[in-house]
Structures are given as C-alpha cells and as structure tokens.
C-alpha cells in the first residue's frame, strides 16, 4: 500500500527535510502534498485522499491543534493517523495531543524517529527492514 | 537554575540543534570578540510564559549557505536561495528557543514562543541596548561564528 502524505508546516526548509526523512525511510510513499498552515492542510484534506498528516503545532493562521480539531469533526478525516513534529516541551499540550490520537515527534528528529512511528502509529510492522540506518 | 547553568544550557541545546538539525559540529569560544553583526545574518524570536523574553541568533553570512545546504539536503549548498537561507536561520532559532525553555523552566511550563523574524544588524543593536543579555553564548564553526543572546524580563 503506498502511503498518501500531508505535510503542514509553515518552514519550507522543514517540510523538505520531513520530505528528505520520508524519502530515506524505505517506507512505501504515494503522493506527497505540502500546505503552510492549518487551514491550508484542510484544504488538501478536502481535495485529496491522504493517508497520513504530518503536522508542526505553532503555525499562522490555523495552528496544527485547531487542524486537528476540525479533522476529528469530520467523518472522512476524523480517522486518518496524524504525527506532530514540532519544539513543544510542555507536558500539558502534548497530553491534549496524545488525548486527540496524534504521535508525538521532538524537534530536532532524526528520520529513523519518524520512520518507526509512522510504522507503529501505521500498524506497518518490519522495523528493520532497509530505509535510514 | 542559576546564570551560570543557564549559560551551558544555552550552550548544550545551542549545539545539539546545530549538529542534528544542521549537521554542523561547534566549538564554545567563551573568550573569542562577539561577531562582527554587519556581517551576519539575524534572527529574533520572543516568547511569554513564566518569564518573558526574546533570543538572539547571529550566523556568519558566509556560514549560512552550507547550514541551509545541509538542511534541505542540497548537493551544491551554493543553491540555497536566500529566502531558503533565512528560512533555515528562523526554523533554527524556532528550535534551539523550543528546547532551551523548558530546558531552564522545567516540563510542566507552558510558553508561547512567537513566529522567528530576521532583523537587521541595528535592529540587534537597539535590543542589546536594553541591556546585558541574561545569558550568551559564542560559538564556532568551520565556516563561520554563531553568537546567541537570551534576554530574560523580570
């Protein structure tokens, strides 16, 4: 199954390198598609099928929290697996996110991190199967 | 936490952002001058929570290209564009600022970090008027210096 990817973030040096990860992950991608803000990640939400959302929390506009609160209100993305990267450090607002279903991911990452939580959060198995050693 | 802890801090986290992030190794030199600022690429990020305050980031101009090179994973680090390259100083910054306050405040804390903006170099000399900064820290690279400046308001 190749997987559909949306990457929200409002630093485009960042979704390149999520991107760069991705592609060195061996993880079997689809599309990749790419928006700067929240309200821009529901719009492709809207347009396309995705299978997994990426999403940093601190961004203009639509912050990464209200996306995915408006996801969950919604029967056709309420469901699709969602991994914040970002620098939060607060234990309170990561509790909200881990309490909305989403995985959690530290800035600064290393692509093997993103990589075994997108498997486990996927249910994908084989974790040592190729990709960034 | 004291001045002094909040210095390596500043330090530690200032260096494990440059090499994981950027893949760039640093060297503390506490003693060297501050960087010439006309000759370097800023960046500003505040932020309110238990304390308020802002972070100053220099880089060397000359240092950036290969810092958002390494970013982007660009094979001629001579094609980052200058907006690519600013771009890489802000989500730095974004990063180093993420880690250091809870780093310093503890977990439990919840800050509001601002969006990054870059600045220019009298813009940086109009915030070092305020004051000392709390904490600094100087830094080397194989091209270039890196200086940040955390200013802390009581």
Same mark, same amino acid.
């Given at each position: 199954?190749?997987?559909?990817?949306?990457?929200?973030?409002?630093?485009?040096?960042?979704?390149?390198?999520?991107? !760069?990860?991705?592609?060195?992950?061996?993880?079997?991608?689809?599309?990749?598609?790419?928006?700067?803000?929240?309200?821009?990640?529901?719009?492709?939400?809207?347009?396309?099928?995705?299978? *997994?959302?990426?999403?940093?929390?601190?961004?203009?506009?639509?912050?990464?929290?209200?996306?995915?609160?408006?996801?969950?209100?919604?029967?056709?993305?309420?469901?699709?697996?969602?991994?914040?990267?970002?620098?939060?450090?607060?234990?309170?607002?990561?509790?909200?996110?881990?309490?909305?279903?989403?995985?959690?991911?530290?800035?600064?990452?290393?692509?093997?991190?993103?990589?075994?939580?997108?498997?486990?959060?996927?249910? *994908?198995?084989?974790?040592?199967?190729? +990709?960034?050693? | 936490?004291?001045?002094?802890?909040? !210095?390596?801090?500043?330090?530690?986290?200032? +260096?494990?952002?440059?090499?994981?992030?950027?893949?760039?190794?640093?060297?503390?030199?506490?003693?060297?001058?501050?960087?010439?600022?006309?000759?370097?690429?800023?960046?500003?990020?505040?932020?309110?929570?238990?304390?308020?305050?802002?972070?100053?980031?220099?880089?060397?101009?000359?240092?950036?290209?290969?810092?958002?090179?390494?970013?982007?994973?660009?094979?001629?680090?001579?094609?980052?564009?200058?907006?690519?390259?600013?771009?890489?100083? !802000?989500?730095?910054?974004?990063?180093?600022?993420?880690? *250091?306050?809870?780093?310093?405040?503890?977990?439990?804390?919840?800050?509001?970090?601002?969006?990054?903006?870059?600045?220019?170099?009298?813009?940086?000399?109009?915030?070092?008027?305020?004051?000392?900064?709390?904490?600094?820290? !100087?830094?080397?690279?194989?091209?270039?210096?890196?200086? *940040?400046?955390?200013?802390?308001?009581?």
């Amino acid at each position: 199954m190749a997987i559909n990817v949306l990457i929200v973030d409002d630093s485009g040096v960042m979704r390149a390198m999520i991107l !760069k990860s991705l592609n060195m992950s061996g993880l079997p991608l689809g599309d990749t598609h790419q928006a700067a803000n929240g309200q821009e990640g529901l719009d492709v939400l809207n347009q396309n099928w995705v299978d *997994l959302v990426i999403a940093d929390i601190n961004m203009p506009v639509m912050n990464g929290e209200e996306m995915i609160e408006c996801m969950k209100q919604k029967p056709e993305t309420k469901d699709i697996p969602i991994v914040v990267i970002s620098t939060e450090g607060s234990e309170k607002r990561l509790e909200r996110l881990r309490q909305k279903g989403a995985a959690f991911i530290h800035k600064p990452f290393s692509p093997e991190l993103i990589r075994d939580t997108i498997r486990n959060l996927m249910g *994908l198995g084989g974790a040592d199967d190729g +990709g960034a050693d | 936490m004291t001045a002094e802890q909040i !210095k390596e801090t500043l330090y530690k986290v200032a +260096g494990e952002v440059l090499e994981k992030l950027a893949f760039i190794f640093s060297f503390p030199e506490e003693e060297r001058e501050p960087m010439d600022y006309s000759d370097a690429v800023i960046a500003r990020v505040s932020f309110t929570g238990p304390f308020k305050g802002t972070l100053l980031m220099a880089v060397s101009k000359e240092a950036l290209p290969e810092i958002a090179g390494n970013m982007l994973g660009l094979e001629d680090n001579s094609d980052a564009a200058a907006e690519q390259q600013y771009d890489a100083l !802000k989500e730095l910054i974004n990063v180093i600022c993420g880690n *250091l306050l809870p780093a310093i405040a503890g977990k439990q804390t919840v800050f509001n970090v601002e969006a990054p903006h870059i600045i220019s170099s009298d813009e940086m000399m109009n915030s070092r008027g305020a004051g000392q900064p709390s904490s600094a820290a !100087k830094l080397d690279m194989d091209d270039g210096q890196c200086d *940040l400046m955390l200013y802390i308001e009581n």
